[in-house]
Structure formats: structure tokens, C-alpha cells
């Protein structure tokens, strides 16, 4: 199964966006770049191997799910949240979440929706984990 279709299947990730597009505050700046900055360097200065897909939802317009993520990706933008490393920043591998949309969720929201299971399965280097467990 690839990303897109498991993505599709997880509506899990598209309920902890909506939440926290509903009326949570993103977090900090320097939250959000820290993320950011260990999906893309965390792995000893690597990008994290779980960092797939790039720019899958450019390619898939036609999918509900890409232009979802498409039209919140715009709105990120519109309010002004950016990291240096936004366009490195893909889908997680394990979470099947746009990553340049995650690293602004707050961990209140996230710890809603992101199950153990999923956590476990995430590289020790993870901000989710981290964060989470």
C-alpha cells in the first residue's frame, strides 16, 4: 500500500489538522523550527528515513486528501508559519501526516490523535516521541 492510499485510509491525521485548525493556537517558532529541523537533520545530521514522499499533494489534485492538505497548506502560509526547512519537510512514513503542517500542532491536539502504537514505531530521534510518550 503507498502513502497516498494509506494516508486516504487514516482519517485519524485529518481529524488532529481539523481539531487544531478549529481554533488551536500553533505553537511557538522555535517549537516548530526544532521539529522541523529534526525531521530533516535529527537522523546524526541525515533527514529522518520516515520523511517520504515530497510534494506527493502537488502531484495528486485530484484526491480529496491532497487538496485538503493543499488548501491548508496555503492557509499555514497565508498566517505567516514557516521553518527555513519547509520544503524539506514531507509526509511521515509512519504517521502518514504532512509534516510541514504538524510541526505548528500543538501536543495537546496531537496526543489526541497519534496512537502509542504509532509512537513506538517512530525512530528514537522522533520530536513525536519525545514529545508524546
Given at each position: 500500500?503507498?502513502?497516498?492510499?494509506?494516508?486516504?485510509?487514516?482519517?485519524?491525521g485529518a481529524q488532529a489538522l481539523a481539531d487544531w485548525l478549529g481554533g488551536e493556537t500553533p505553537v511557538?517558532?522555535?517549537v516548530?523550527?526544532?521539529?522541523?529541523?529534526?525531521?530533516?537533520?535529527?537522523?546524526?545530521?541525515k533527514p529522518c528515513l520516515e520523511n517520504?514522499?515530497?510534494?506527493?499533494?502537488?502531484?495528486?489534485?485530484?484526491?480529496?486528501?491532497?487538496?485538503?492538505?493543499?488548501?491548508?497548506?496555503?492557509?499555514?502560509?497565508?498566517?505567516?508559519?514557516?521553518t527555513p526547512h519547509d520544503d524539506q519537510l514531507h509526509i511521515c512514513r509512519v504517521c502518514q501526516?504532512?509534516?510541514?503542517?504538524?510541526v505548528w500542532t500543538p501536543a495537546s491536539v496531537l496526543r489526541r490523535h497519534v496512537s502509542k502504537d504509532k509512537l513506538n514505531k517512530m525512530p528514537s530521534f522522533c520530536w513525536q516521541r519525545k514529545e508524546l510518550l
Open positions: 500500500m503507498n502513502v497516498l492510499t494509506e494516508i486516504k485510509n487514516d482519517i485519524t511557538d517558532c522555535l516548530a523550527l526544532c521539529r522541523a529541523d529534526c525531521c530533516v537533520q535529527g537522523n546524526d545530521g517520504v514522499e515530497p510534494g506527493w499533494w502537488s502531484r495528486h489534485l485530484k484526491e480529496p486528501v491532497a487538496r485538503w492538505i493543499t488548501k491548508e497548506l496555503e492557509e499555514k502560509n497565508r498566517m505567516s508559519l514557516k501526516c504532512c509534516l510541514a503542517l504538524k
